[in-house]
T-cell receptor, first 108, second 111 residues
């Protein structure tokens, strides 16, 4: 099975950047790297995804290592509403493999 | 509004009493999936469907059944629920390789 490894928890101060790491050493050439987040009492929601190149959208940036064995989700300015569990996921065709995610605490 | 709906949102039942949790999407997605979420274990896939009449097991299929007779619906069936199926269940849909949209979740308690 494709697996990802993330730290269980991280903290950030409000208004500061946050770098959430993910290791996926078993990734294959066609696997997309997806990031989702889950706010309390809600279903997961899409954040960003990429294959090889770094990606930016209005929510975050995704930095992918050259060997694709790791990636980093970057929140440029953390807000209290960004407190959530962040999942790094490999997408194999139709199947999403979730890990246990990183619980992000944002400190006012 | 594009969405995935699940019903019921909350359910308390007793061991052995068959139940069905419905899932419906209005985005014409090919792919639908069921997950369960338990403390400390993250989301684990139960079953998925790549299209009408095409279903396959995920990581934790034991004790569950699914069907996909229409593209928009993907019900989860527990023929004989047991307490270890107490969990938070999420349905999701997408097209191949694209963003997954998740429903709001169904919290199930089996006594």
């Amino acid at each position: 099975d494709a697996k990802t490894t993330q730290p269980n928890s991280m903290e950030s101060n409000e208004e500061e950047p946050v770098h959430l790491p993910c290791n996926h050493s078993t990734i294959s050439g066609t696997d997309y790297i997806h990031w989702y987040r889950q706010l309390p009492s809600q279903g997961p929601e899409y954040v960003i995804h990429g294959l090889t190149s770094n990606v930016n959208n209005r929510m975050a940036s995704l930095a992918i290592a050259e060997d694709r064995k790791s990636s980093t989700l970057i929140l440029h300015r953390a807000t209290l509403r960004d407190a959530a569990v962040y999942y790094c996921i490999l997408l194999l065709q139709y199947q999403f493999y979730f890990g246990t995610g990183t619980s992000l605490t944002v400190i006012p | 509004e594009a969405q995935v709906t699940q019903n019921p949102r909350y359910l308390i039942t007793v061991t052995g009493k068959k139940l069905t949790v419905t899932c419906s999407q209005n985005m014409n997605h090919e792919y639908m999936s069921w997950y369960r979420q338990d403390p400390g274990l993250g989301l684990r896939q139960i079953y998925y469907s790549m299209n009408v009449e095409v279903t396959d097991k995920g990581d934790v299929p034991e004790g569950y059944k699914v069907s996909r007779k229409e593209k928009r619906n993907f019900p989860l069936i527990l023929e004989s629920p047991s307490p270890n199926q107490t969990s938070l269940y999420f349905c999701a849909s997408s097209n191949r390789g694209e963003t997954q949209y998740f429903g709001p979740g169904t919290r199930l308690l089996v006594l």
